[in-house]
């Protein structure tokens, strides 16, 4: 389901293999059909349409959690009535594309989180209003990221603003944690429950947006064991087969998880030069029912990876040319025919030397 950049990756993973790789999305000439991907191309709402491409395939994955209901319900009656592999499941899609359930699953599985409280009623507004420290931050509840959809309010007038702004409520409040560095985990759990996952990496945001992900994080051991058991959580949790990344916010050994994503994720591109297997042949192997990765904690070389946004997008300049003569720097773009301010065209991975200073002068 979609038909963007993550599929694309998957399907220079998947055709190797003896793949036939389908994308149902409502994008023509999208990134994954450019890499092989043969394309249904329709509405998520469009149930005669969905219904039809499901009984074209043999198993289904996710690029992407925010289709609409319609689409998860159809596809979860029709893989209960014929047996189709749906890897994760549509019960794992509802909760990580809904913050108020993705946060109760936090507490459910003890993965500790931030303060956070509802703004889907009236009355809500005073209980959030009374409750809150601050600084806060004001998110939609559903859709929204790379930072979209959020207000953060410094203190309660603020706040009471943006509550009062409002054209819909369905809303959550999340305290600030006012951490000092952030981390991630890409973790695959396996239909018979065993796992594989790639050590914790460091992530450095600019603008809400991803900027550079260091592979592996120098952390404690302590920090590092604790980002893994807590991934390991999540998915028992919620009975995960597939791939996700998970973020956490730390400062001074104090460890709270953000969210997480159920496929592939951005911090975790750095696997494709890391000199073992990617995060996309993970989730064709939890997928397709290949032999699961002994490895607890992936082998891998040093990588850093760093986003390559639309106002970064610069082929043929002296920049990219020095990097491309470069052989420990790796380009991998996205096939996006149109570059935006923001918008993600693709990334560099570094595996040399020194990888610290890759990036230090690319301004």
């Known amino acids: ?10 399907c ?19 990134p994954a059909s450019a890499a092989g991907a043969k394309e249904t191309v329709a509405e998520y709402e469009d149930e005669n349409a969905l219904n039809s491409f499901l009984r074209r395939i043999n198993a289904l994955t996710f690029e992407f959690e925010n289709i609409p209901e319609i689409a998860l319900s159809t ?5 209960e009535k014929n047996g189709l592999p749906v890897h994760p499941s549509p019960n794992c899609i509802r909760i990580a594309q809904n913050r108020w359930k993705e946060k109760n699953t936090f507490v459910r599985a003890g993965i500790p989180t931030v303060n956070f409280y509802p703004v889907f009623e009236e009355k809500d507004k005073a209980d959030v209003l009374s409750r809150t420290k601050y600084p806060c931050i004001l998110k939609t509840n559903t859709m929204g990221y790379d930072g979209k959809g959020q207000i953060k309010c410094k203190n309660e ?31 695959a759990r396996f239909s018979d429950g065993e796992v594989s996952y790639f050590q914790p990496s460091k992530n450095v945001h600019t603008n809400h947006i991803l900027d550079l992900t260091f592979h592996p994080g120098n952390f404690p051991e302590a920090v590092r064991k604790r980002l893994i058991e807590y991934a390991r959580k999540l998915a028992e949790t919620i009975d995960y087969v597939g791939v996700f990344g998970i973020e956490f916010f730390l400062k001074d050994g104090e460890i709270l998880c953000n969210e997480f994503a159920p496929r592939p994720h951005n911090s975790g591109h750095f696997s494709q030069n890391a000199g073992t297997l990617t995060q996309f042949s993970l989730q064709l192997r939890t ?38 003569g470069n052989p420990h720097y790796h380009l991998h773009l996205y096939g996006k025919t149109e570059a935006r301010n923001g918008r993600k065209m693709g990334h560099w991975n ?7 200073r890759a990036f230090s002068d690319w301004l």
């Open 1 to 10: 389901m979609g038909s963007g950049q993550l599929a694309r990756m998957f």
């Open 12 to 30: 220079l993973e998947a055709i190797p293999y003896g793949y036939e790789v389908q994308v149902y999305s409502p994008e023509r000439n999208s």
């Open 75 to 79: 596809i979860e009656k029709f893989s």
């Open 157 to 187: 007038n603020e706040l009471a603003q943006a509550l009062s702004s409002l054209e819909k409520l369905d809303h959550i409040v999340e305290e600030f944690f006012p951490f000092s560095e952030e981390a991630s985990v890409i973790f």
């Open 287 to 324: 997928l397709c029912g290949l032999p699961v990765p002994k490895a607890e904690g992936l082998p891998t070389n040093k990588v850093v990876m760093k986003n390559i946004l639309g106002e970064d997008y610069k082929p043929g300049s002296t920049l990219w040319n020095r990097a491309l």
């Open 350 to 356: 570094y595996n040399g030397p020194e990888p610290e």
